[in-house]
T-cell receptor, first 118, second 117 residues
Framework: DGGITQSPKYLFRKEGQNVTLSCEQNLNHDAMYWYRQDPGQGLRLIYYSQIVNDFQKGDIAEGYSVSREKKESFPLTVTSAQKNPTAFYLC?????????????????FGPGTRLTVL | AQTVTQSQPEMSVQEAETVTLSCTYDTSESNYYLFWYKQPPSRQMILVIRQEAYKQQNATENRFSVNFQKAAKSFSLKISDSQLGDTAMYFCAFMKPLRTSGSRLTFGEGTQLTVNP
């Protein structure tokens, strides 16, 4: 079955440590995204990548880093520079389809990783 | 930059009744996509409905339909015959077409919908 996987589901980190969140998709999607969600709030974009070996900062990139060496993988590293990293992190990838010449875009989301800094 | 506004942080509805969630957005783009996503307590994001800006006809998916007013930049979601399983956070989102420079999904703050028995 095609889909997006994120691991681990729960992650605990001590202050001052870097941690990497995994995001893998087997949907052959070009674009991948990382979002952060705080309790009771919407999703804020951290980084996104439209093609391999290229990525752009989103709205809250400070303290985060990414890589896109393979089409199916887009790992996110939360560095010690991120002052308040405790949050829910969602990865997404996007499809592009066409019906009778029209195109549409649709995003698929992974199940998320809950990161807690101790 | 695009912005998405959901002015109703919380709403409630009785089971089997109809409820409408509001969303407005701001953009200078002429071609774009609008989405409603549902996030239940499991926190999995689920696409509810999608609207292409170039289509005048409002999208419908079973009990879910939208009222898309392009000139007013309004995109409301109507849920008919509400069910207990509809209880969730609902997010409105905007996106430029993929491969457009800076294409990304911009979310509103969300509306927590509670369906009461």
């Amino acid at each position: 079955d095609g889909g997006i996987t994120q691991s681990p589901k729960y992650l605990f980190r001590k202050e001052g440590q870097n941690v990497t969140l995994s995001c893998e998709q087997n949907l052959n999607h070009d674009a991948m995204y990382w979002y952060r969600q705080d309790p009771g709030q919407g999703l804020r974009l951290i980084y996104y990548s439209q093609i391999v070996n290229d990525f752009q900062k989103g709205d809250i990139a400070e303290g985060y880093s990414v890589s896109r060496e393979k089409k199916e993988s887009f790992p996110l590293t939360v560095t010690s520079a991120q002052k308040n990293p405790t949050a829910f992190y969602l990865c997404a990838s996007i499809a592009r389809g066409g019906v009778e010449g029209a195109s549409y875009n649709e995003q698929f989301f992974g199940p998320g990783t809950r990161l807690t800094v101790l | 930059a695009q912005t998405v506004t959901q002015s109703q942080p919380e709403m409630s509805v009785q089971e089997a009744e109809t409820v409408t969630l509001s969303c407005t957005y701001d953009t200078s783009e002429s071609n774009y996509y609008l989405f409603w996503y549902k996030q239940p307590p499991s926190r999995q994001m689920i696409l509810v409905i999608r609207q292409e800006a170039y289509k005048q006809q409002n999208a419908t998916e079973n009990r879910f339909s939208v009222n898309f007013q392009k000139a007013a930049k309004s995109f409301s979601l109507k849920i008919s015959d509400s069910q207990l399983g509809d209880t969730a956070m609902y997010f409105c989102a905007f996106m430029k077409p993929l491969r457009t420079s800076g294409s990304r999904l911009t979310f509103g703050e969300g509306t927590q919908l509670t369906v009461n028995p």
